[in-house]
């Protein structure tokens, strides 16, 4: 072999090496983002099957309801739910609590959740509270009454 051909064989060689090194760069650039991302699994209480999309470790949990309820309008899941995130709570399906708006997804570890809908209680007004005080004394009331009321025939 003459000098030009050692010398060509030796760029090729520095060019597959720097290739290499580029190559390994890349993947474990993209295994430290595939390790910050994973796959939720988000059930819907009433609905047929899961939603799955795939989310940031960080990101926060009313973004995920936020992605869970367009993903499931945008299939045209029934029933109808709503696009505002405030109706809905989001819990770990291993766990009863509710999940913080605000907390990062994931920080609770697991993969699987279920999305319901908030459960909205009447508040108990001042007024409200008497009204029904009465209506159960007035109905006691009214029913002794009635009790006592029956007429004795006389002979």
Same mark, same amino acid.
């Given at each position: 072999?003459?000098?030009? !051909?050692?010398?060509?064989? %030796?760029?090729? =060689? ?13 993947? =474990? ?11 939720? &699994? ?8 899961? &939603? ?42 291993? +766990?009863? +609590? ?8 994931? =920080? ?11 459960? &909205? !209680? ?5 007024? %409200?509270?008497?009204? &029904?005080?009465?209506? %159960? ?9 009635? =009790? ?8």
């Amino acid at each position: 072999m003459d000098k030009g !051909q050692e010398k060509m064989k %030796r760029n090729v =060689s520095e060019k597959s090496l720097l290739m290499q090194k580029h190559r390994k760069k890349i993947s =474990s650039d993209d295994q430290r983002t595939h390790k910050n991302r994973f796959l939720a &699994i988000i059930n819907v209480l009433g609905s047929a099957g899961p &939603i799955r999309f795939v989310v940031k470790k960080d990101d926060l949990v009313s973004g995920v309801i936020q992605t869970a309820l367009k993903t499931y309008d945008r299939e045209g899941r029934l029933p109808v739910l709503g696009t505002d995130v405030n109706n809905f709570v989001l819990h770990a399906a291993a +766990d009863s +609590d509710a999940l913080i708006p605000s907390e990062a997804i994931g =920080s609770q570890g697991g993969r699987n959740f279920v999305l319901c809908k908030k459960q &909205i !209680q009447p508040q108990m007004t001042e007024a %409200r509270s008497e009204m &029904i005080s009465r209506k %159960r004394s007035g109905s006691w009331k009214a029913w002794l009454n009635k =009790s006592f009321s029956f007429k004795i025939p006389s002979p």
